[in-house]
């Protein structure tokens, strides 16, 4: 009896152990410059079968993948690597190189992603024209053939910067659809443009090709963990996620590799309608095309009232958002006053209605009426430790989201703020945020380019509301140096509840260094400021754009002596 319960017990720990899979046994055999991807599917799939704690290991040096690694209803799946740097996953085709979909605890760690040939390319202007634009490539870049151009910005080669400083720009235009790059003479790279633009011979510029695929992007995953892992250049963003719940990033990197004047086209992260918590930690971001970090969740617009408690919801830019998922929590908000929630509800079902729009049925009666914005209201607690972010062309972290602690961060030369708090109605983000923490942290000569606004860290809803959308946000114990072109230190609109404390701050530019819009309940006290200018008597000035009232802000205490006090930097 006891030999029969023996058996029993190693027969149900056989079946639950983990198993590895080596690509190699597919065929996926690194360096060997063949294409990758069949072999790197199979031993997926087979790991996805096996169910509990499989792990596909790659081995030391390159795979080439044509075609993207899809992850389907995988569980306790890890793909690990040899280490970043170690093991190189090179996309030969513009696609995602992994794309993940209902997933539960996925594990990503160890190797890195990067894109031959490159979705950019860089050098200097030689010729303008209506029509094209000549260029001379700069090696490690390349003169691609037969490329679609969708962006351009003004890049510093010395300071290895991109669009900053008063003399750049940044320029996006639809493609020529009847024209792509060619080769005018060796080393010279014609660039088609839709329209005449302002360029000047002898810029140096970055052309980025149309945005295609991201690097990685997964859909529905529970339990998802990012891990040593690096992307040098992507065609789009690079990790972007929808709908995932309980998220962790641990060295995470983003660089430039080999001398190139760009690493990603566009964002670094990009996570949609997330869902518990977004934890990153130790990781590193520089030369993207655009934003280190976007949080947010999406508005989605009420077309028609079918009763107290069904609605037909409409989106307007994606429909993958708009199956939020049956008891997920939304708030509602008028078409007037987009940021501000007069009613909430609970989803019961979701019908597909057409490709566009889904009918929502509710727990309970819900107040809506037609043209009502509708948001997930479940949103994510953000703790972001340890970010470096550097040399980006527009913002650090753009964060629409809730339950916010961003700490021991350096943000470096962010053309744009290097924290904006904003939900968007021209990108139907949101929500506005509550409850934002930024403390030790150094910015250093941020907000000085194409994506600047009126400070360093700017809280600003897009449109500009007439009351408080924002509520409790907390500036502390960080380090502030003003670059040349720096504007202001906090651009506080539309908040409720600011407090700044602590903070040490070097500028020579007091213009606009607090402005207020529509804004009440803003204090200071014990800040260092280290200038060599005549202090202004005032720190603050009430913003004059429309619509922006004076009468509009109130209970606003930033006296002169909260800017007085001396003290080292608290981080350096």
Not at 513 to 536: D, E, G, H, M
Not at 558 to 571: E, G, I, N, Q, R
Request: aromatic share 10%.
């Amino acid at each position: 009896m006891m030999y029969v319960v023996y058996n029993f017990l190693l027969l149900i720990i056989v079946s639950i152990e983990g198993k590895t899979f080596l690509i190699s046994d597919y065929g996926a055999i690194p360096n060997d410059n063949l294409d990758d991807s069949k072999g790197i599917q199979l031993a997926v799939n087979d790991a996805v079968s096996h169910g509990l704690d499989s792990d596909v290991v790659f081995g030391y040096g390159i795979y080439l993948i044509s075609s993207t690694i899809s992850i389907q209803n995988a569980t306790n799946l890890t793909i690990t690597g040899q280490g970043i740097d170690q093991t190189f996953l090179i996309g030969t085709n513009p696609v995602a190189i992994f794309s993940a979909h209902l997933c539960q605890d996925l594990t990503l760690v160890s190797f890195s992603i990067d894109y031959n040939p490159l979705p950019f390319t860089a050098g200097y202007v030689v010729k303008v024209d209506r029509k094209f634009l000549d260029v001379q490539i700069v090696t490690p870049h390349r003169t691609d053939v037969g490329q679609r151009v969708h962006g351009f910005h003004r890049y510093d080669p010395i300071q290895r910067r991109p669009a900053f400083g008063p003399n750049t720009y940044g320029i996006y235009q639809k493609p020529p659809t009847d024209n792509t790059t060619t080769i005018v003479s060796p080393g010279i790279l014609r660039l088609p443009l839709a329209a005449p633009l302002q360029f000047v011979e002898g810029d140096p510029i970055v052309a980025r090709y149309i945005f295609t695929n991201h690097a990685i992007y997964a859909v529905d995953i529970t339990d998802f963990t990012i891990e040593s892992l690096a992307i040098y250049s992507s065609w789009s963003m690079g990790i972007v996620t929808l709908r995932v719940r309980r998220f962790n990033i641990f060295n995470y990197q983003v660089r430039p590799r080999d001398g190139r004047w760009l690493s990603q086209n566009q964002d670094a992260m990009h996570f949609v309608d997330s869902r518990e918590y977004i934890t990153i930690t130790d990781s590193v971001c520089e030369g993207m095309g655009d934003d280190a970090l976007n949080v947010h969740a999406t508005f989605l617009l009420i077309t028609k009232i079918i009763n107290s408690t069904a609605a037909i919801v409409k989106a307007t830019n994606g429909t993958t958002i708009l199956d939020m998922g049956v008891g997920t929590n939304v708030e509602f908000s008028s078409y007037q006053q987009t940021y501000t929630v007069h009613g909430n509800g609970t989803i019961a079902s979701l019908i597909f209605n057409s490709i566009d729009t889904r009918n929502i049925t509710f727990t309970k009666p819900v107040n809506l009426s037609f043209n009502d914005w509708i948001c997930v209201a479940d949103t994510p607690r953000l703790t972001v430790r340890n970010l470096t972010v550097a040399n980006n062309r527009a913002r650090g972290i753009l964060t629409e989201t809730r339950h916010v602690n961003i700490s021991r961060s350096i943000f470096n030369r962010t053309s744009g703020p290097a924290i904006l708090i904003q939900p968007s109605l021209y990108w139907h983000e949101g929500p506005a945020a509550r409850h934002i923490k930024l403390s030790e942290n150094i910015f250093f000569e941020n907000n000085e380019g194409i994506a600047q606004e009126k400070a360093i860290i700017s809280i600003l809803p897009d449109p500009i509301q007439s009351i408080p959308v924002f509520d409790d946000i907390q500036i502390e114990s960080s380090t502030f140096y003003f670059g040349n072109y720096s504007q202001g230190f906090l651009q506080n609109t539309n908040a409720n509840s600011v407090f700044i404390r602590g903070n040490y701050i070097v500028t020579n530019n007091f213009t606009s260094f607090i402005s207020i819009c529509n804004s009440r309940n803003i204090s200071a006290t014990n800040n260092c400021i280290i200038t060599n200018q005549i202090r202004p008597e005032l720190y603050y000035v009430f913003d004059t754009i429309v619509p922006c009232l004076v009468n509009s802000s109130s209970l606003i205490h930033l006296p002169s002596s909260a800017f007085d006090s001396s003290f080292p930097p608290p981080v350096q």
